[in-house]
């Protein structure tokens, strides 16, 4: 049997909790140590999970004592950290983005691979049983030709008070599109592939944008499939996806117990719920949390990521050019989205 892998968690914020969680509970990896340069945070969050790691200040504390590393930290730091962590010979899990632009990507994966170490990038929500299924659904044709898609995700109360970080483009990257538009960007990469045309609508003024409309065509062997997708810091809405299909319009709710749901065109008033069949014993159900850094120590052991740093990269490239194609929102988009509530 395997020794449990060693893992540090770096940056010890909001979403470290959850990676604290998930490694504590799984049989594979050890909670070897918490890194954070302000000692005591990373001391308050071994005591809410209730662990013992090692204590660090910096990532020089590490060497020796882990095999792989959790970059929990703000977007801006990834790269530098990313880079200490790889050259140190830690294979490393970045929180999304892989970093805040495309060159520091490739920074980070030309040390990956000089290094031979993993890098993968923390897409927590390709981690979902239901997004699996609706990929395996979609690799195997079982919708039929995919003619269009929408998606939309948003919540009011703008950005946290807390920090001025978000409200600094140039340490985020961008503003709603990177924040929490960058999960759709990686599912819609995975499910069609990269598009050939693009284009975005958002409303900054210079700073992060709270509210954007991106809009993808592709041309795939002469099935055309166009797509939008809205996001927004500022207008609460029902979050999921709509495929429109030869098999029926197809649901599914951005939320981790949503089913796969199909409404054939011959008869919009019913529906089916698609979802697998299950064999054989129940599944030990663990978080999404818990898969991610399942696979992501299943890699560092000699297999692939799920969410590798390459694909990390084409999310970045995908997002820089939707900035370099933007152009200024419509103000009227507040009240549309807010009449149109759902993309069902």
Not at 108 to 119: E, G, M, Y
Not at 251 to 260: H, I, K, N, T
Not at 287 to 315: I, K, M, N
Request: aromatic share 6%; charged share 20%.
């Amino acid at each position: 049997m395997a020794h449990p892998f060693r893992m540090a968690i770096v940056g010890c914020g909001r979403i470290s909790g959850a990676h604290a969680v998930a490694a504590i509970a799984s049989p594979s990896i050890e909670l070897a140590a918490l890194v954070d340069p302000v000692e005591q945070r990373a001391r308050s969050l071994a005591e809410r999970v209730g662990a013992s790691p090692l204590i660090a200040t910096s990532i020089r504390e590490l060497h020796g004592r882990v095999d792989g590393v959790v970059i929990a930290t703000p977007n801006h730091t990834h790269a530098d950290l990313a880079c200490e962590c790889l050259a140190a010979g830690f294979h490393t899990l970045i929180e999304k983005p892989l970093a805040a632009s495309v060159v520091d990507g490739e920074r980070i994966l030309r040390l990956a691979s000089d290094t031979q170490r993993v890098v993968a990038v923390g897409y927590v929500t390709r981690f979902r049983e239901n997004v699996q299924f609706m990929a395996d659904l979609l690799r195997h044709g079982y919708f039929g030709e995919v003619r269009r898609f929408a998606y939309q995700f948003g919540s009011r109360g703008g950005w946290a008070p807390l920090s001025a970080y978000n409200l600094d483009r140039r340490l985020t990257g961008g503003g709603v599109l990177v924040v929490t538009g960058t999960h759709f960007i990686d599912r819609m990469l995975d499910w069609f592939g990269y598009p050939d045309e693009l284009e975005l609508a958002d409303d900054s003024l210079g700073g992060p944008e709270a509210n954007a409309v991106a809009t993808f065509r592709f041309r795939r062997g002469g099935m055309p499939l166009s797509g939008v997708a809205r996001f927004s810091k500022s207008v609460a809405l029902d979050a999921g996806v709509v495929l429109d299909t030869a098999r029926g319009m197809v649901v599914l709710a951005d939320r981790p117990d949503a089913s796969v749901v199909v409404r054939p065109h011959e008869t919009p008033g019913l529906e089916t719920v698609v979802r697998p069949r299950l064999e054989g014993p129940p599944l030990v159900r663990t978080t999404e949390f818990g898969r991610q850094l399942e696979d992501f120590v299943r890699a560092c052991r000699g297999g692939v990521p799920v969410v590798s740093g390459e694909q990390g990269l084409l999310s970045l490239r995908l997002i820089e050019a939707l900035y370099a194609r933007r152009r200024p929102l419509s103000e009227d988009w507040y009240a549309v989205a807010a009449l149109q509530g759902s993309p069902a």
